[in-house]
């Protein structure tokens, strides 16, 4: 698909957009409200405001519209000709069942959706998925040809278009949704591009951000998905992680057991966050005072700044009386000593 023909596309979804908008609007006549008195609002914050939602309604009629125009006719393709997006968008899945059930349908009943393609950038005899993961595996897996579609696309046109087609899927983690967002953040896609794309505002990137740039990709991607943990635990981790940075490789270790134990990630992801909790302080429990025949007398414990000494028995309680008054004595002995040297 030439740039040109992309312009049309994107032109033509949004005068059909408006027209459909002007004919429902038409046939569905409201009752015109009655005009209210407000204050006068200056002609140039109108045209400010106008333009604003124009570029929004541009923004969402182009992005779509590199989802739903294919541009060309549906071919077979080797599944084995087609490479990885270069902004993987899924962390794989506990639980293998679901794809197989996936997998099977597809073996029965035919491939119903094509996936997308384009041309790849380094080899012009391949090609990259730029969305229909599953059913690409799927068809490898059956060694079968691969419904698709070819478009011409760029590099961050294809992340903003795997962006739109996964705001549809409710199947992605939070952390999913996060490192998608990261590998577009890294590949220079534009603020607002990943925020369409991820149909999210800038108080959710930022707390995304406020995860991905603290907690690495490889930390990440060994927890794996943790369906079940949402943003506010991932959000602790990250505070613990910046914390603890030293615990990088311990961390390591520990989802690395963890991967040969096969926890599932949700268990992983526990584990990583247990391991980077600080440990509590041992509590010192103190030495026992003990006299000539054994008896307890009591508990003494020494911190750096005062000795405290405990006594729950009878005979106990009088050894503390005896303490405090022998207190001056030794006192006065401590002097002496210290004055000898």
Known sequence: MTSKSRKSIVANFGLLSAELENRLSTENPTPAPQPVPTARVGAGVIGAAHRAIDDIKSE???LKALVEAGGGT?????PLSIDPSPFPDR??????ADFEAFRNSIRSEGQKVPIQVRKSPSSPDRYQVIYGHRRLQAARDLGIPVKAIEVEISDI???????IENA???DLTWIERALFARRMDDAGVKPRDIKAALSIDDPELARMRSVYRVVPTE???AIGRAGKVGRPRWADFAKNYSERPDLHDALRNVLSGSAEKRL???QKFLAAFNALKPEAPQKDTGKSIAGPAGEQLGRLV???NEVRISAHTASAKEFLSFIESELPTLAERFSREKSKN
């Not at 962390?91 to 293998?96: C, E, I, K, M, W």
């Open 91 to 96: 962390l794989p899945d506990d639980d293998a």
């Open 74 to 78: 549906i071919r077979e393709l080797d």
């Open 219 to 221: 930390i990440i991607e």
């Open 302 to 304: 020494r911190t750096a």
């Open 168 to 170: 549809d899927r409710q």
């Open 264 to 266: 599932g990630s949700d």
């Open 157 to 163: 046109e294809l992340a903003i278009a795997q962006g």
């Open 60 to 62: 969402r009629d182009r």
